[in-house]
């Protein structure tokens, strides 16, 4: 099959031939139908994140059961799928304590590469090569059934892709971990991929005020489009002044780091009410440290709190997201604006460093 294989770090992706094996126990095989382009591809492909080379990336992904592996009962051929890149195992310690995003196996298999039995299935003769969980930057894929959602026939697959990484992590974020009530006030610091989704989350929760920062006017005007009702010019406006002054100097409820910057987390520690919550959504680099203020934790009883993958429940969340987007709630297509084939791949990675992207999708079909 085509595929798009990371050889060295800092060079293009390799336009190549290679194998794909069997599913194995539990494990489905699937025919990619899109793949969404997120910037944490890019932060592997820098190397600023290591992984195994050659390694197959891409984890954004929708497609179709091609293959189904022994034991797997709730997945037919021809089914159509989101894919998870998060593994859940069902029966570590974070999984039996209903924190699946979490999970001992899944997280330590983004760090590996490989399937939970630790072994791969992508070869180039007797090359091993690496996945990336879903490895969606090529034809096919085999990942654990478990990572593999049935949609409805309703969703188109490009659209149902974006769920699989950029929205489930911006819309979790509010609904699962800062759980957004109607009425909230609530500031995002980061109008890109992430924080678009963050915004819509906020709009669907029903919150009172959803302020919006970023540097890049582009960037604010689109997330206008997608409900917010403040805009804050990062480069000529404080967020944390204008937040207090919308909030009559308390502050908001929730705030939402969505870059991955530590002076934007402490900002959005700044900027909320005493009992709010900041919540880190954006990855910052591998070391950096945060510094906010200790004692208002204590006598304002502020919450500074991470969200990994929408402190998301697989399946239950995909199906409720899927549902929004049915009843035209959470906007899908709107957040694609740019179609690739996968032989283009590398011009899709360019145009995301241009910061011209709201959502890159690769097509397949
Ligand atoms: C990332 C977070 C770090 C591990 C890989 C996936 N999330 C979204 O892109
Ligand atoms: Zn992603």
Redo the contacts with the bound molecule.
């Keep these: 099959m085509r595929a798009a294989v990371l050889r060295s770090y800092g060079s293009p992706l390799c336009l190549e031939e290679i194998d794909i094996l069997p599913p194995e126990q539990g494990e489905v095989k699937v025919r990619f139908a899109a793949s969404g382009i997120?910037?944490?591809d890019l932060t592997r492909m820098e190397g600023k994140r290591n992984s195994e080379l050659p390694i197959v990336l891409g984890?954004e992904a929708a497609g179709y059961i091609e293959e189904i592996g022994p034991s797997v009962s709730h997945l037919a051929v021809g089914d159509r799928v989101v894919m998870s890149?998060l593994y859940d195992c069902g029966n570590c310690f974070y999984c039996c304590a209903g924190k699946p995003n979490l999970c001992e196996v899944g997280q330590r298999l983004?760090r590996t590469g490989t399937m939970p039995n630790g072994t791969t299935r992508l070869r180039k003769g007797d090359e091993n090569i690496y996945h990336m969980m879903v490895s969606s930057f090529a034809e096919y894929g085999v990942v654990p059934a478990r990572c593999a959602i049935k949609i409805p026939d309703e969703i188109p697959l490009e659209a149902a892709a974006l769920i699989g990484?950029g929205v489930l992590?911006g819309t979790g974020a509010v609904f699962n971990t800062s759980k957004v009530c109607p009425g909230d006030t609530v500031l995002i610091i980061g109008a890109g991929g992430i924080g678009l989704n963050v915004i819509q989350g906020a709009v669907i929760a029903g919150a009172s005020i959803v302020a919006v920062a970023d540097i890049n006017n582009e960037k604010l005007k689109i997330a206008r489009k997608f409900g917010a009702t403040h805009l804050i010019d990062g480069r000529s406006q404080d967020p944390v002044s204008v937040v207090r002054s919308l909030t009559e100097g308390r502050g908001v409820d929730h705030a939402f780091e969505a870059i991955g910057q530590t002076t934007t987390i402490s900002q959005c520690y700044n900027a909320i009410r005493s009992g709010g919550k900041a919540v880190v959504v954006g990855?910052t680099e591998a070391g950096s440290c945060c510094e906010v203020e200790s004692m208002p934790l204590v006598v304002q009883e502020k919450i500074l709190t991470g969200s990994f993958?929408g402190s998301y429940r697989p399946r239950l969340d995909i199906e409720r997201l899927v549902g929004f987007y049915l009843d035209r709630r959470l906007r899908l297509d709107e957040l694609i604006s740019h179609q690739y084939r996968l032989d283009d791949i590398n011009e899709a990675f360019n145009d995301l460093r241009s910061g011209i992207l709201t959502r890159g999708v690769i097509r397949y079909e």
């Design positions: 997120c910037h944490s984890h890149f983004l990484c992590t990855i993958y």
